[in-house]
Nanobody, 121 residues
Framework: QVQLVESGGGLVQAGGSLRLSCAAS????????MGWYRQAPEKQRELVAT???????NYADSVKGRFTISRDNAKNTVYLQMNSLKPEDTAVYYC???????????????WGKGTLVTVSS
């Protein structure tokens, strides 16, 4: 069984910083890509940033220049450094692992339960 656990969310003032972490656990051989998504109240979930096992990154236009995604493949962990936070960044942030390969499965996707980020003005 594969599980993703996010951490690092909290309350921060506008202009501040937070660092989110997400660790995947289970009988995992490899993960093709990991990413962060967010969902604000009454809004649809949207992509924030992704990173492949080879280090190729992709960012939403709204966070380019402010957020940085990184990954430790050996630990199956992905991070999101968030700087210059704005009130509109307030949302539940979800971790996703795509293309997870294990002993008896391959190409499965998994989601974490989310961590709340609140940015006050």
């Amino acid at each position: 069984q594969v599980q993703l656990v996010e951490s690092g969310g909290g309350l921060v003032q506008a202009g501040g910083s937070l660092r989110l972490s997400c660790a995947a656990s289970g009988s995992i051989f490899s993960i093709n890509a990991m990413g962060w998504y967010r969902q604000a109240p009454e809004k649809q979930r949207e992509l924030v940033a992704t990173i492949t096992s080879g280090g190729i990154t992709n960012y939403a236009d709204s966070v380019k220049g402010r957020f940085t995604i990184s990954r430790d493949n050996a630990k199956n962990t992905v991070y999101l450094q968030m700087n210059s936070l704005k009130p509109e960044d307030t949302a539940v942030y979800y971790c996703k692992a795509a293309g997870v390969f294990g002993r008896n499965f391959g190409g499965m996707d998994y989601w974490g339960k989310g961590t709340l980020v609140t940015v006050s003005s």
